[in-house]
């Protein structure tokens, strides 16, 4: 994962200051003491962070499907890539919400409170990973397509965990890792089906 030190996107009077995003997986603190104490609106979430990721794997797509020797031009009865590029930005920009509600329903299981603020902000942050794994596009062969996008889920878990337990406020790690694998079924399918709907127009 990158580092995003003074990102323009989230640092500052913006969303939010992840001083170092790629520590974010393996610390309860790192990036996250920011994080716990950010009550921006959903709206400013959505405009600051969701919609600016939403936007790179679509673009790759666009771009992939123009280059020479793209994996994407394997396949000229599958040249409709605007059309598959809008249905996929779309799929992500009801996805985060649908992983926010998700969430906070699912700590309310628990008894645990939390705001749908904080729960979409978390699904937001969640998204990066699997947004920056879109990369794997511009890659010449299969198996690093998929390496980089089950890297990508792999980051996108450890977020999920490690956010729980502090944007949630949980007094135990394990019963935060227990209820990160139970919603993060929900992330890795709805990825895994946008995944697998590119695939099909390749082989289709």
Not at 153 to 161: D, I
């Amino acid at each position: 994962m990158p580092t995003l030190t003074s990102c323009p996107t989230l640092s500052g009077s913006n969303i939010m200051n992840l001083v170092n995003l790629s520590k974010m997986p393996f610390s309860f603190h790192a990036g996250w003491d920011e994080v716990a104490v950010v009550h921006h609106p959903v709206i400013k979430t959505f405009l600051l962070l969701v919609l600016p990721f939403a936007l790179l794997p679509p673009a790759i797509l666009l771009y992939a499907s123009n280059e020479p020797g793209s994996l994407l031009r394997l396949n000229a009865a599958a040249a409709r890539w605007h059309e598959i590029a809008l249905v996929f930005f779309v799929a992500e920009l009801l996805t985060v919400p649908l992983m926010g509600w998700l969430i906070r329903a699912s700590a309310a299981e628990r008894k645990i409170a939390a705001s749908f603020r904080d729960t979409f902000l978390l699904a937001a942050i969640i998204a990066i990973p699997m947004c920056l794994s879109s990369l794997g596009l511009l890659l010449p062969d299969w198996w690093s397509m998929l390496g980089l996008g089950l890297a990508g889920l792999m980051v996108a878990a450890s977020l999920l965990y490690h956010g729980m337990y502090v944007v949630l406020k949980m007094d135990e790690q394990f019963e935060a890792q227990a209820l990160a694998y139970q919603v993060f079924g929900f992330g890795a399918l709805a990825w895994a089906l946008l995944s697998a709907y590119i695939l099909l127009q390749l082989l289709g």
